[in-house]
């Protein structure tokens, strides 16, 4: 718990463009988000035994949902927000390549940051 109250802390502080806390191991992104649509980040390598947080903040009241997949598209952790702010963390328990969506489900687009951090 105290991992995913910094993640959230460092996710927050780095949206808001201040310093991060493990810049070294940050992934951040400001994008735009169309109606029913889905943005997906690649390539996220981890160490068994790593944990991760990837955190959305929205504009408006979308509902967004984060889903964290695994090389062979195993879902492995996911978090539907009707809020703006959604967070999702998981473990890797092995050295794999992961990928995280981000998913508008709302009918009308939407501005938001992206943050992924690791420990």
């Known amino acids: 718990m105290k991992f995913r109250?910094?993640?959230?802390?460092?996710?927050?502080?780095?949206?808001m463009g201040t310093a991060a806390v493990h810049a070294e191991h940050m992934t951040t992104d400001r994008d735009h988000l169309n109606a029913y649509s889905t943005m997906?980040?690649?390539?996220?390598?981890m160490s068994g035994g790593e944990k991760a947080a990837a955190a959305v903040d929205g504009v408006g009241n979308s509902t967004i949902r984060l889903r964290v997949y695994d090389y062979n598209d195993n879902l492995i952790a996911q978090t539907t927000c009707r809020?703006?702010?959604?967070?999702?963390?998981w473990v890797a328990n092995w050295n794999a390549h992961f990928y995280v969506t981000v998913e508008n489900?709302?009918?009308?687009?939407?501005d938001y940051g992206f943050a992924l951090d690791r420990e």
């Open 5 to 15: 109250t910094l993640a959230i802390a460092t996710v927050f502080a780095s949206l």
């Open 40 to 45: 997906t980040y690649r390539n996220i390598y």
């Open 83 to 89: 809020v703006d702010t959604c967070v999702v963390s």
């Open 105 to 110: 489900l709302s009918p009308y687009g939407t």
